[in-house]
Every structure is written in structure tokens, then in C-alpha cells.
């Protein structure tokens, strides 16, 4: 059973940087993908980044695309996402996934498995 542990969010202003970072534990296939998805009150959960390592694919939503990096480091079992030039409207509660590599890798149908995620807040 894999097991993922979200960190890094927090508070900062307009312009500022963030890098958040997932642990998983327990058995992660070869053959998996991960994601960072984002949800704000009232709102849908969207996707924002996905890695697919083993397959040299990642997948950036238009609205982060240039200013949101995802890697992955597979020795720490570790996915990041790096976050520059942070916008009030990044302000959700963001959630790291594995799931299966799909067709449309930022839908969150596609993963099976979810964090309990970490709150960012960016302010004006």
C-alpha cells in the first residue's frame, strides 16, 4: 500500500517561490506516475503538474506552464514541485497522486491513490 506525505506549503507573498514536496512509502510500480493537483474552496480539483519518470514525459497546466517545475528524485522516493512567480490565484489546498500513465495524465480520475495535501496562500 503506498503512502503519500505532502510538505512544503505555506504563506508568501506575490512573486515569491515555493517548493513542496511528496514522500511515498510502501510499494510504488515501475510503471507509476505522479502528480500535484490543487483545489481552492468552492472550486474543482485541477491538475497542475504530473511525471511520468519512466516514460521521460511531464505534463504542465497552461495556467503554471513556465512558472512550475515538477521532478523527481527516485532514490528519496520523492516527487517535488518548484513554484516561482506565485500568483494570489495559486492560492488552493495542493495534493500530491500516483496513478497510472493515461491519456490525459492531469485528470484526477486517473489516480488512484491521493496525499492529505498542504495548504498555499499567496497573498497580494
Known amino acids: 500500500q503506498v503512502q503519500l506525505v505532502e510538505s512544503g506549503g505555506g504563506s508568501v507573498q506575490a512573486g515569491g517561490s515555493l517548493r513542496l514536496s511528496c514522500v511515498a512509502s510502501?510499494?510504488?510500480?515501475?510503471?507509476?506516475?505522479m502528480g500535484w493537483f490543487r483545489q481552492a474552496p468552492g472550486k474543482e480539483r485541477e491538475g497542475v503538474a504530473a511525471?511520468?519518470?519512466?516514460?521521460?514525459?511531464?505534463y504542465y497546466a497552461a495556467s503554471v506552464k513556465g512558472r512550475f517545475t515538477i521532478s523527481q528524485d527516485n532514490a528519496k522516493n520523492t516527487v517535488y514541485l518548484q513554484m516561482n512567480s506565485l500568483k494570489p490565484e495559486d492560492t488552493a489546498m495542493y495534493y500530491c497522486?500516483?496513478?497510472?500513465?493515461?491519456?490525459?495524465?492531469?485528470?484526477?480520475?486517473?489516480?488512484?491513490?491521493w496525499g492529505q495535501g498542504t495548504q498555499v496562500t499567496v497573498s497580494s
Open positions: 511525471i511520468c519518470t519512466n516514460y521521460g514525459s511531464t
Open positions: 510502501g510499494y510504488t510500480s515501475s510503471r507509476t506516475c
Open positions: 497522486a500516483a496513478g497510472p500513465l493515461r491519456a490525459n495524465q492531469l485528470s484526477p480520475g486517473v489516480y488512484n491513490t
